[in-house]
Nanobody, 115 residues
Framework: VQLVESGGGLVQPGGSLRLSCAAS????????MSWYRQAPGKERELVAA????????NYADSMKGRFTISRDNAKNTVYLQMNSLKPEDTAVYYC?????????WGQGTQVTVSS
């Protein structure tokens, strides 16, 4: 099983980034996919999630209207479009796959929002 995140980097406040998470080794379409983030000295927190099947989405309050999660089951990939980025969005962003009692995690990608 692998979850490989990409797309992180340094961006100025107000800018945008698109994160990708490529999955392999499991039946991607059957799993709920989520993005989490962890800032230095803080606990890991949920950013956004998208269900299997119809793809219902859910966002943390502070990300609503700025972030969009999507998935492409044909490419086994989940995306996180991040707009209007703020310095407080600086964190390591992790991809998660969840089904029942099973959880898979990626290695994370750093997002730094700074001028």
């Amino acid at each position: 099983v692998q979850l490989v995140e990409s797309g992180g980097g340094l961006v100025q406040p107000g800018g945008s980034l698109r994160l990708s998470c490529a999955a392999s080794g499991f039946t991607f379409s059957r799993y709920m996919m989520s993005w989490y983030r962890q800032a230095p000295g803080k606990e890991r927190e949920l950013v956004a999630a998208i269900s299997s099947g119809v793809g219902t989405t859910n966002y943390a309050d502070s990300m609503k209207g700025r972030f969009t999660i999507s998935r492409d089951n044909a490419k086994n990939t989940v995306y996180l479009q991040m707009n209007s980025l703020k310095p407080e969005d600086t964190a390591v962003y992790y991809c998660n796959a969840h089904r029942g009692v099973v959880d898979y995690w990626g290695q994370g990608t750093q997002v730094t929002v700074s001028s």
